[in-house]
């Protein structure tokens, strides 16, 4: 019997209604089928956090300087922000990776040092955010982010990133692969006021056209070429790397735990660039970013939790662990109608 079949008749025969515990039932599966076995497990959980800065950010499309994104980069390897604590309640191993944050953080051992350039990406209003070189280099921290997890034991991964503005290069990312207006994908961030808003999405639009007037934007040439495209001129080395990492996963066919707008942007780039990977993919968390909901859904995603949050760092990847290990939990230790002798009732 193939594999398909006879995990869905495991589901089946659990001592319950057919279909009765919904979504579990939908993850249950799906994690099976990753991992190729009747009896999935979630070893070694591991959380990436990826910090970068963002050239765009200077030109004030985010109500938060740049600063913060070191001041929590430093914060996290104090065990004081919201990441450390799910991380914690959930048992994730976490690690810091700075691929590009503007500050020298070489006094803090906890952060991994594998910074593309020292200041972030370059300002993508009026140039690519970065070369090919480095975002080659980028996608490679993922993929060796991924292989140290995998040594380790992970079965199931999460991602997670914090680079303030990255709200910005998610949005266009969102808007050029999805066919959709900017001002459809544009939103408010950390919390940008309705002018902000629109300042940040004028900013958006002239950063859009000026790559459409260098005509890498057109419809010729290569699909995976113009996508590499994209990931460079637009992307964060954060966003590259989780792009990376998210890949790189599928490959070693890993569950994979999407967290929110900007994690979503990835997981939608990931997508294009490789398409099985929404197979391995769990949407965890819808938040309240403008245009979060419709590009899950132009995706086919449907997102686990809708809690408001908009923190970023991976925390709804990490709330919604509890559920995703319930279904295989439900999957292993449930007993079946054979075994404990109750009569099929449906």
């Not at 990436?48 to 004030?60: N, Q, S, T, V, Y």
């Not at 070369?131 to 995998?150: C, K, N, P, S, Y």
């Not at 990490?318 to 295989?328: H, R, T």
Request: with cysteine; net charge negative.
């Amino acid at each position: 019997m193939e594999l398909r079949q006879a995990l869905q008749e495991k589901i089946d025969n659990l001592n319950k209604p057919k279909g009765s515990l919904g979504r579990l039932e939908e993850l249950a599966f799906q994690i099976g089928m990753i991992q190729q076995t009747l009896s999935p497990t979630l070893s070694h959980p591991v959380h990436l956090l990826f910090g970068a800065d963002h050239g765009i950010e200077r030109e004030g499309v985010s109500v938060s300087p740049r600063c913060i994104t070191w001041q929590q980069m430093v914060n996290f390897t104090r065990g004081g922000g919201g990441v450390n604590m799910f991380c914690r309640q959930h048992g994730f191993d976490l690690r810091l990776i700075d691929v590009g944050v503007d500050y020298d953080l070489s006094a803090y051992p906890q952060i991994l040092n594998r910074k593309i350039t020292p200041h972030g990406t370059a300002n993508f209003r009026y140039e690519p955010a970065m070369t090919e070189e480095e975002m080659e280099r980028a996608l490679a921290v993922g993929r060796e982010q991924v292989d140290a997890a995998a040594a380790a034991g992970c079965r199931i991964i999460s991602i997670g990133e914090m680079g303030i503005a990255n709200t910005s290069p998610s949005s266009i990312w969102m808007s050029l692969l999805l066919d959709l207006p900017l001002e459809r994908c544009v939103g408010a961030g950390a919390g940008l006021n309705s002018e902000g808003i629109q300042h940040k999405l004028r900013i958006l639009q002239e950063s859009v056209a000026l790559a459409q007037k260098q005509a890498a934007l057109s419809s010729s040439g290569e699909p995976g070429e113009r996508l590499r495209f994209l990931l460079r001129y637009f992307g964060g080395f954060e966003m590259v790397a989780a792009v990376g990492a998210m890949i790189h996963a599928a490959e070693w066919r890993m569950v994979v735990l999407v967290d929110g707008f900007i994690m979503s942007a990835c997981a939608l780039m990931a997508s294009r660039l490789m398409p099985s990977f929404m197979d391995f993919a769990i949407f965890c968390h819808s938040g309240d970013e403008s245009g979060h909901q419709l590009m899950l859904d132009r995706m086919g995603a449907k997102p686990l939790l809708h809690l408001g949050l908009r923190l970023g760092e991976g925390t709804g990847a990490l709330c919604a662990y509890p559920l995703i290990d319930s279904a295989v939990r439900m999957l292993n230790e449930m007993g079946n109608f054979d075994d404990n002798e109750i009569t099929k009732y449906f």
